[in-house]
Protein backbone atom coordinates (compact mmCIF):
# COMPACT_ATOMS: atom_id res chain seq x y z
CA UNK A 1 0.00 0.00 0.00
CA UNK A 2 1.72 3.41 -1.03
CA UNK A 3 1.33 6.41 1.74
CA UNK A 4 -1.33 8.20 -0.72
CA UNK A 5 -3.50 4.64 -0.69
CA UNK A 6 -3.32 4.94 2.98
CA UNK A 7 -5.04 8.00 3.93
CA UNK A 8 -9.24 8.79 2.92
CA UNK A 9 -9.26 11.92 1.71
CA UNK A 10 -11.27 11.15 -0.97
CA UNK A 11 -13.60 14.32 -2.09
CA UNK A 12 -12.26 16.34 0.37
CA UNK A 13 -11.90 19.79 -0.46
CA UNK A 14 -8.02 21.13 0.08
CA UNK A 15 -7.23 24.71 -0.86
CA UNK A 16 -3.63 24.93 -1.61
CA UNK A 17 -1.80 28.32 -1.22
CA UNK A 18 1.55 28.34 -3.33
CA UNK A 19 3.63 31.46 -2.03
CA UNK A 20 7.22 32.31 -4.10
CA UNK A 21 9.89 30.64 -3.54
CA UNK A 22 11.78 27.84 -5.13
CA UNK A 23 10.75 25.12 -3.24
CA UNK A 24 7.17 25.72 -4.93
CA UNK A 25 8.36 23.00 -7.70
CA UNK A 26 7.98 20.48 -4.80
CA UNK A 27 4.23 21.31 -4.35
CA UNK A 28 3.53 20.06 -7.51
CA UNK A 29 4.28 16.94 -6.25
CA UNK A 30 2.05 17.57 -2.97
CA UNK A 31 -0.24 18.26 -5.13
CA UNK A 32 0.20 15.07 -7.39
CA UNK A 33 -0.12 13.05 -3.87
CA UNK A 34 -2.86 14.70 -2.43
CA UNK A 35 -5.02 14.25 -5.76
CA UNK A 36 -4.19 10.46 -5.85
CA UNK A 37 -5.58 10.00 -2.25
CA UNK A 38 -8.81 11.39 -3.99
CA UNK A 39 -8.76 14.97 -2.24
CA UNK A 40 -10.72 17.83 -4.60
CA UNK A 41 -7.57 20.83 -4.29
CA UNK A 42 -7.69 24.33 -5.72
CA UNK A 43 -4.44 25.74 -5.96
CA UNK A 44 -4.62 29.03 -5.67
CA UNK A 45 -1.16 31.06 -6.21
CA UNK A 46 0.39 34.43 -4.97
CA UNK A 47 2.36 36.67 -7.87
CA UNK A 48 5.37 35.81 -6.83
CA UNK A 49 4.80 31.97 -7.13
CA UNK A 50 4.32 32.65 -10.81
CA UNK A 51 7.86 33.25 -11.14
CA UNK A 52 9.11 30.18 -9.59
CA UNK A 53 6.71 27.75 -11.43
CA UNK A 54 3.87 27.95 -14.09
CA UNK A 55 0.03 27.39 -13.32
CA UNK A 56 -0.27 25.33 -16.05
CA UNK A 57 1.39 22.53 -14.33
CA UNK A 58 -1.03 22.27 -11.48
CA UNK A 59 -3.92 22.88 -13.63
CA UNK A 60 -3.25 19.71 -15.41
CA UNK A 61 -2.48 17.82 -12.25
CA UNK A 62 -5.51 18.49 -10.32
CA UNK A 63 -8.02 19.24 -13.48
CA UNK A 64 -8.94 22.74 -12.08
CA UNK A 65 -7.79 26.23 -13.46
CA UNK A 66 -5.15 27.84 -10.74
CA UNK A 67 -6.41 30.64 -8.99
CA UNK A 68 -4.57 34.31 -8.69
CA UNK A 69 -6.42 37.05 -8.84
CA UNK A 70 -9.33 38.23 -6.24
CA UNK A 71 -10.90 40.28 -9.20
CA UNK A 72 -10.60 37.64 -11.99
CA UNK A 73 -14.12 38.55 -13.44
CA UNK A 74 -14.26 35.12 -15.14
CA UNK A 75 -14.00 33.32 -11.60
CA UNK A 76 -16.23 36.07 -9.48
CA UNK A 77 -18.90 35.61 -11.66
CA UNK A 78 -18.83 31.81 -10.80
CA UNK A 79 -17.20 30.31 -7.56
CA UNK A 80 -15.86 34.01 -6.45
CA UNK A 81 -12.95 34.27 -3.63
CA UNK A 82 -16.04 33.97 -0.61
CA UNK A 83 -17.60 30.56 -2.34
CA UNK A 84 -13.87 29.49 -2.26
CA UNK A 85 -13.19 30.59 1.44
CA UNK A 86 -16.27 28.03 2.28
CA UNK A 87 -15.31 25.19 0.06
CA UNK A 88 -11.88 24.98 2.05
CA UNK A 89 -12.05 22.31 4.77
CA UNK A 90 -8.32 23.01 5.01
CA UNK A 91 -6.07 25.71 3.67
CA UNK A 92 -2.46 24.27 3.32
CA UNK A 93 0.36 27.26 2.32
CA UNK A 94 3.30 25.42 1.11
CA UNK A 95 5.79 27.00 0.43
CA UNK A 96 4.93 29.85 3.00
CA UNK A 97 7.59 32.39 2.59
CA UNK A 98 8.57 34.89 5.19
CA UNK A 99 6.66 37.49 3.95
CA UNK A 100 3.62 35.92 3.52
CA UNK A 101 4.07 34.32 7.11
CA UNK A 102 3.98 38.39 7.95
CA UNK A 103 1.11 39.34 5.90
CA UNK A 104 -1.07 36.01 7.18
CA UNK A 105 -0.01 37.48 10.76
CA UNK A 106 -1.09 41.25 10.11
CA UNK A 107 -3.89 40.41 8.59
CA UNK A 108 -3.64 41.74 5.21
CA UNK A 109 -5.83 41.03 2.13
CA UNK A 110 -3.96 42.06 -0.50
CA UNK A 111 -4.41 39.68 -2.74
CA UNK A 112 -6.65 36.34 -3.01
CA UNK A 113 -4.58 33.86 -1.32
CA UNK A 114 -4.33 36.10 1.90
CA UNK A 115 -7.76 37.32 1.73
CA UNK A 116 -8.93 33.74 1.58
CA UNK A 117 -7.12 33.15 5.05
CA UNK A 118 -9.03 35.93 6.64
CA UNK A 119 -12.61 35.16 4.53
CA UNK A 120 -12.42 31.25 5.88
CA UNK A 121 -13.59 29.48 8.38
CA UNK A 122 -11.57 26.41 7.30
CA UNK A 123 -8.59 25.41 9.74
CA UNK A 124 -5.25 26.83 8.43
CA UNK A 125 -1.79 25.32 7.95
CA UNK A 126 1.21 26.67 6.66
CA UNK A 127 4.79 24.85 5.40
CA UNK A 128 7.15 27.45 5.63
CA UNK A 129 10.50 27.97 3.54
CA UNK A 130 13.25 30.36 3.25
CA UNK A 131 16.65 30.71 3.78
CA UNK A 132 17.56 30.11 7.24
CA UNK A 133 18.46 33.61 8.61
CA UNK A 134 15.29 34.52 7.71
CA UNK A 135 13.34 31.61 9.60
CA UNK A 136 16.19 32.93 12.81
CA UNK A 137 15.35 36.62 12.26
CA UNK A 138 13.56 37.24 14.95
CA UNK A 139 10.54 39.16 13.06
CA UNK A 140 9.93 35.91 11.40
CA UNK A 141 10.07 33.86 14.70
CA UNK A 142 7.54 36.80 16.30
CA UNK A 143 5.15 36.10 13.33
CA UNK A 144 5.39 32.22 13.77
CA UNK A 145 4.85 32.24 17.23
CA UNK A 146 1.69 34.62 16.89
CA UNK A 147 0.03 32.70 14.39
CA UNK A 148 0.54 29.45 16.25
CA UNK A 149 -1.23 31.10 19.25
CA UNK A 150 -4.06 31.86 16.86
CA UNK A 151 -4.17 27.87 16.29
CA UNK A 152 -2.34 28.08 12.62
CA UNK A 153 -0.69 25.09 12.40
CA UNK A 154 3.00 24.99 11.49
CA UNK A 155 4.42 22.22 9.70
CA UNK A 156 8.23 22.44 9.08
CA UNK A 157 10.56 23.22 8.14
CA UNK A 158 13.30 20.66 7.81
CA UNK A 159 16.83 21.06 8.09
CA UNK A 160 19.53 20.60 5.78
CA UNK A 161 20.72 21.88 2.64
CA UNK A 162 19.11 25.03 1.46
CA UNK A 163 18.91 25.90 -2.58
CA UNK A 164 21.54 28.75 -1.73
CA UNK A 165 24.22 26.67 -0.77
CA UNK A 166 23.36 27.33 3.35
CA UNK A 167 22.81 24.72 5.87
CA UNK A 168 19.98 24.73 8.39
CA UNK A 169 16.46 24.84 8.93
CA UNK A 170 14.51 26.76 5.89
CA UNK A 171 13.27 23.45 3.72
CA UNK A 172 10.11 22.81 2.95
CA UNK A 173 8.99 19.57 4.10
CA UNK A 174 9.00 16.63 2.19
CA UNK A 175 5.79 16.01 0.07
CA UNK A 176 5.10 12.50 1.50
CA UNK A 177 5.25 14.35 4.66
CA UNK A 178 2.71 17.13 4.50
CA UNK A 179 0.88 14.47 2.92
CA UNK A 180 0.95 12.53 6.13
CA UNK A 181 0.02 15.61 8.32
CA UNK A 182 -2.85 16.49 6.06
CA UNK A 183 -3.92 12.79 6.53
CA UNK A 184 -3.78 13.06 10.03
CA UNK A 185 -5.71 16.13 10.10
CA UNK A 186 -8.72 15.32 7.35
CA UNK A 187 -8.79 11.94 7.33
CA UNK A 188 -8.27 9.83 10.44
CA UNK A 189 -8.09 11.22 14.27
CA UNK A 190 -10.70 9.86 16.99
CA UNK A 191 -11.49 12.89 18.05
CA UNK A 192 -12.42 14.90 14.83
CA UNK A 193 -15.26 17.55 15.28
CA UNK A 194 -14.45 17.19 19.01
CA UNK A 195 -13.51 20.59 20.81
CA UNK A 196 -11.57 20.77 24.35
CA UNK A 197 -10.05 23.14 26.63
CA UNK A 198 -6.64 21.91 28.36
CA UNK A 199 -5.05 23.75 31.54
CA UNK A 200 -0.83 22.97 31.98
CA UNK A 201 1.90 24.30 33.66
CA UNK A 202 1.74 26.38 37.81
CA UNK A 203 -0.09 28.90 38.57
CA UNK A 204 1.71 31.74 40.67
CA UNK A 205 0.16 33.64 43.29
CA UNK A 206 1.75 36.89 44.23
CA UNK A 207 2.84 38.24 47.38
CA UNK A 208 4.35 41.03 46.13
CA UNK A 209 5.50 43.04 42.84
CA UNK A 210 8.32 40.92 42.76
CA UNK A 211 7.96 37.58 44.66
CA UNK A 212 5.16 34.98 44.39
CA UNK A 213 4.00 31.11 45.58
CA UNK A 214 4.61 28.77 42.61
CA UNK A 215 5.83 25.10 42.16
CA UNK A 216 7.72 23.20 39.61
CA UNK A 217 5.33 22.33 36.99
CA UNK A 218 7.38 22.59 33.35
CA UNK A 219 3.84 22.58 31.53
CA UNK A 220 5.59 19.43 29.48
CA UNK A 221 2.96 16.88 30.77
CA UNK A 222 -0.16 19.21 29.78
CA UNK A 223 1.28 20.39 26.57
CA UNK A 224 2.19 16.76 25.27
CA UNK A 225 -1.76 16.25 25.85
CA UNK A 226 -3.10 19.40 23.99
CA UNK A 227 -0.74 18.29 21.09
CA UNK A 228 -2.12 14.48 21.12
CA UNK A 229 -5.54 15.72 21.14
CA UNK A 230 -5.12 18.00 17.95
CA UNK A 231 -2.97 15.23 16.22
CA UNK A 232 -6.52 13.31 16.96
CA UNK A 233 -8.16 16.20 15.41
CA UNK A 234 -9.88 17.84 18.09
CA UNK A 235 -10.00 21.84 18.27
CA UNK A 236 -8.13 22.70 21.58
CA UNK A 237 -7.60 25.49 23.48
CA UNK A 238 -4.81 25.62 26.11
CA UNK A 239 -4.94 27.56 29.14
CA UNK A 240 -1.39 27.84 30.10
CA UNK A 241 0.29 28.81 33.35
CA UNK A 242 3.86 31.08 32.83
CA UNK A 243 6.29 28.27 31.25
CA UNK A 244 8.99 27.96 28.46
CA UNK A 245 8.02 25.70 25.81
CA UNK A 246 6.45 26.51 22.49
CA UNK A 247 2.82 26.47 21.45
CA UNK A 248 2.08 23.04 19.98
CA UNK A 249 1.15 23.74 16.23
CA UNK A 250 -2.73 23.94 15.79
CA UNK A 251 -3.15 24.89 19.53
CA UNK A 252 -5.01 27.95 20.58
CA UNK A 253 -3.17 29.18 23.61
CA UNK A 254 -4.56 31.25 26.26
CA UNK A 255 -1.49 32.33 29.51
CA UNK A 256 -2.47 33.18 32.59
CA UNK A 257 -0.45 33.52 35.81
CA UNK A 258 -2.89 33.24 38.54
CA UNK A 259 -5.06 30.25 39.65
CA UNK A 260 -8.30 32.90 39.72
CA UNK A 261 -6.94 34.21 36.02
CA UNK A 262 -7.03 30.10 35.14
CA UNK A 263 -10.60 30.12 36.61
CA UNK A 264 -11.70 32.40 34.25
CA UNK A 265 -10.00 31.49 31.42
CA UNK A 266 -11.12 28.06 31.57
CA UNK A 267 -14.82 28.90 32.24
CA UNK A 268 -14.81 31.27 29.06
CA UNK A 269 -13.67 28.52 27.37
CA UNK A 270 -15.46 25.66 28.58
CA UNK A 271 -18.75 26.52 27.15
CA UNK A 272 -19.87 24.13 24.54
CA UNK A 273 -17.03 21.89 24.77
CA UNK A 274 -16.99 18.10 24.72
CA UNK A 275 -13.80 17.91 26.88
CA UNK A 276 -11.65 19.10 29.79
CA UNK A 277 -8.49 17.94 30.87
CA UNK A 278 -7.32 19.67 33.87
CA UNK A 279 -3.04 19.05 34.38
CA UNK A 280 -2.06 22.37 35.60
CA UNK A 281 -0.59 21.75 39.38
CA UNK A 282 -2.90 25.06 40.46
CA UNK A 283 -2.08 26.31 43.50
CA UNK A 284 -4.76 25.42 46.14
CA UNK A 285 -3.72 28.89 48.40
CA UNK A 286 -3.03 32.62 47.70
CA UNK A 287 -1.98 35.05 50.03
CA UNK A 288 -4.74 36.89 51.30
CA UNK A 289 -2.92 39.82 50.39
CA UNK A 290 -0.73 41.08 47.50
CA UNK A 291 1.74 44.01 48.88
CA UNK A 292 2.10 46.65 46.52
CA UNK A 293 5.49 47.56 47.55
CA UNK A 294 8.49 44.87 48.24
CA UNK A 295 8.73 43.08 51.54
CA UNK A 296 11.22 44.55 53.66
CA UNK A 297 13.59 41.75 55.50
CA UNK A 298 13.11 43.95 58.78
CA UNK A 299 11.35 40.85 60.75
CA UNK A 300 13.26 37.54 61.67
CA UNK A 301 10.33 35.79 60.77
CA UNK A 302 7.18 36.15 58.64
CA UNK A 303 3.80 35.25 58.21
CA UNK A 304 1.73 34.95 55.31
CA UNK A 305 -2.06 34.59 55.95
CA UNK A 306 -3.15 31.98 52.69
CA UNK A 307 -7.16 31.64 51.26
CA UNK A 308 -8.12 28.70 49.39
CA UNK A 309 -8.64 29.22 45.95
CA UNK A 310 -11.47 27.98 43.75
CA UNK A 311 -10.98 23.96 42.53
CA UNK A 312 -11.42 24.92 38.53
CA UNK A 313 -11.94 21.07 38.05
CA UNK A 314 -14.63 20.59 40.68
CA UNK A 315 -16.57 24.22 39.41
CA UNK A 316 -16.43 22.63 35.53
CA UNK A 317 -17.36 19.03 37.16
CA UNK A 318 -20.70 20.90 38.42
CA UNK A 319 -21.70 22.54 34.97
CA UNK A 320 -25.36 21.80 34.26
CA UNK A 321 -23.91 20.67 30.21
CA UNK A 322 -20.73 19.80 31.65
CA UNK A 323 -17.92 18.67 29.09
CA UNK A 324 -16.06 14.79 29.83
CA UNK A 325 -14.04 15.99 32.73
CA UNK A 326 -10.25 14.24 33.64
CA UNK A 327 -8.13 15.15 36.14
CA UNK A 328 -4.78 14.73 36.67
CA UNK A 329 -3.43 13.83 40.67
CA UNK A 330 -0.41 14.76 41.84
CA UNK A 331 0.77 12.01 44.70
CA UNK A 332 3.50 11.31 46.89
CA UNK A 333 2.29 7.86 48.53
CA UNK A 334 -0.95 5.49 47.76
CA UNK A 335 -1.62 6.86 44.49
CA UNK A 336 -4.51 4.47 43.76
CA UNK A 337 -6.45 5.13 47.39
CA UNK A 338 -5.91 9.09 46.57
CA UNK A 339 -6.38 9.29 43.44
CA UNK A 340 -9.80 7.39 43.63
CA UNK A 341 -10.84 9.20 46.72
CA UNK A 342 -9.73 12.91 44.25
CA UNK A 343 -12.27 11.49 41.19
CA UNK A 344 -15.04 11.07 43.65
CA UNK A 345 -14.85 14.15 45.50
CA UNK A 346 -14.32 16.33 42.64
CA UNK A 347 -17.19 14.28 40.16
CA UNK A 348 -15.16 13.81 37.70
CA UNK A 349 -15.09 10.79 34.87
CA UNK A 350 -11.89 9.60 34.66
CA UNK A 351 -8.43 10.74 36.71
CA UNK A 352 -4.42 10.08 35.67
CA UNK A 353 -2.41 9.72 38.61
CA UNK A 354 1.13 10.32 38.60
CA UNK A 355 3.69 10.30 41.85
CA UNK A 356 5.17 13.02 42.09
CA UNK A 357 8.50 14.25 44.25
CA UNK A 358 11.88 12.66 44.59
CA UNK A 359 12.33 13.46 40.77
CA UNK A 360 9.22 11.83 39.21
CA UNK A 361 6.41 13.58 37.71
CA UNK A 362 7.29 18.00 37.94
CA UNK A 363 9.46 19.03 35.47
CA UNK A 364 10.96 15.71 33.88
CA UNK A 365 10.44 13.92 30.13
CA UNK A 366 9.07 11.05 31.17
CA UNK A 367 6.70 10.05 33.36
CA UNK A 368 4.12 7.32 34.31
CA UNK A 369 0.35 6.57 34.74
CA UNK A 370 -2.38 5.24 36.55
CA UNK A 371 -5.57 6.02 34.99
CA UNK A 372 -8.87 5.66 36.53
CA UNK A 373 -12.46 5.68 35.59
CA UNK A 374 -15.75 4.31 37.05
CA UNK A 375 -15.81 0.68 36.84
CA UNK A 376 -11.98 0.46 35.33
CA UNK A 377 -8.14 1.28 35.56
CA UNK A 378 -5.29 1.43 33.48
CA UNK A 379 -1.68 1.42 33.94
CA UNK A 380 0.49 3.48 31.66
CA UNK A 381 4.14 2.59 32.13
CA UNK A 382 6.99 5.11 32.54
CA UNK A 383 7.78 6.81 29.07
CA UNK A 384 8.69 9.91 27.24
CA UNK A 385 5.91 12.33 27.98
CA UNK A 386 4.34 12.82 24.73
CA UNK A 387 4.00 9.17 23.71
CA UNK A 388 2.15 8.49 27.35
CA UNK A 389 -0.21 11.84 26.24
CA UNK A 390 -1.02 9.88 23.13
CA UNK A 391 -1.92 6.75 25.09
CA UNK A 392 -4.22 8.79 27.55
CA UNK A 393 -5.74 10.88 25.23
CA UNK A 394 -6.63 6.83 23.63
CA UNK A 395 -8.26 5.94 26.42
CA UNK A 396 -10.20 9.29 26.63
CA UNK A 397 -11.72 9.25 23.37
CA UNK A 398 -12.36 5.19 23.72
CA UNK A 399 -14.33 6.68 27.17
CA UNK A 400 -16.46 9.59 25.40
CA UNK A 401 -17.27 7.01 22.93
CA UNK A 402 -18.47 4.06 25.43
CA UNK A 403 -20.43 7.30 27.57
CA UNK A 404 -22.12 8.52 24.19
CA UNK A 405 -22.92 4.92 23.51
CA UNK A 406 -24.55 4.92 27.21
CA UNK A 407 -26.38 7.98 26.60
CA UNK A 408 -27.92 7.31 23.12
CA UNK A 409 -28.56 3.43 23.24
CA UNK A 410 -29.60 3.67 19.50
O1 LIG B 1 4.09 20.19 34.10
P1 LIG B 1 5.05 19.02 34.26
O2 LIG B 1 6.39 19.45 34.77
O3 LIG B 1 5.13 18.18 33.01
O4 LIG B 1 4.45 18.08 35.41
C1 LIG B 1 3.27 17.39 35.21
C2 LIG B 1 2.39 17.36 36.48
C3 LIG B 1 3.07 16.54 37.56
C4 LIG B 1 2.15 18.78 36.99
C5 LIG B 1 1.02 16.71 36.04
O5 LIG B 1 1.24 15.42 35.57
C6 LIG B 1 0.03 16.69 37.19
O6 LIG B 1 0.02 15.81 38.03
N1 LIG B 1 -0.85 17.71 37.23
C7 LIG B 1 -1.82 17.93 38.33
C8 LIG B 1 -1.12 18.58 39.48
C9 LIG B 1 -2.05 18.88 40.64
O7 LIG B 1 -2.26 20.00 40.94
O8 LIG B 1 -2.63 17.82 41.15
P2 LIG B 1 -3.67 17.89 42.41
O9 LIG B 1 -3.75 16.48 42.86
O10 LIG B 1 -3.26 18.92 43.41
O11 LIG B 1 -5.02 18.37 41.76
C10 LIG B 1 -6.02 17.48 41.27
C11 LIG B 1 -6.68 18.03 40.04
O12 LIG B 1 -7.44 19.20 40.36
C12 LIG B 1 -5.75 18.42 38.93
O13 LIG B 1 -6.35 18.03 37.72
C13 LIG B 1 -5.68 19.94 39.02
O14 LIG B 1 -5.44 20.54 37.74
C14 LIG B 1 -7.07 20.29 39.52
N2 LIG B 1 -7.13 21.49 40.35
C15 LIG B 1 -6.46 21.57 41.54
C16 LIG B 1 -6.58 22.68 42.33
C17 LIG B 1 -7.40 23.75 41.90
N3 LIG B 1 -7.51 24.85 42.62
N4 LIG B 1 -8.03 23.66 40.72
C18 LIG B 1 -7.93 22.57 39.96
O15 LIG B 1 -8.51 22.50 38.86
Given at each position: MTVSD??????RHILLGVTG?????KTAELARLLVRAGADVQVVMTEAAGIFIGGSTFQAITGRPVRRSLFDPAHEAAMGHIELARWAELILVAPASADFLARLHAGLADDLLSTLCLASEAPLAVAPAMNRNMWRHPATAANVEALRVRGVRVWGPAEGEQACGDQGPGRLLEPAELLVRVGEWLGQGSLIGRKAVVTAGPTREPLDPVRFLGNRSSGKMGYAVAEALVREGADVILVSGPVSLDVPSGVRRVSVETALAMREAVLDA????DLFVACAAVADYRPRQIVDQKIKKTEETLRLELVRNPDILREVAA??????CVGFAAETDALAVHAEAKRKAKGIDMIAANLVGGGEG???DDNALLVLWEGGWLELPRQQKTRLAEQLVSVIAESMDAQATIEDPR
Open positions: HFRLRDGIAAYVTGVLPDRPFFET
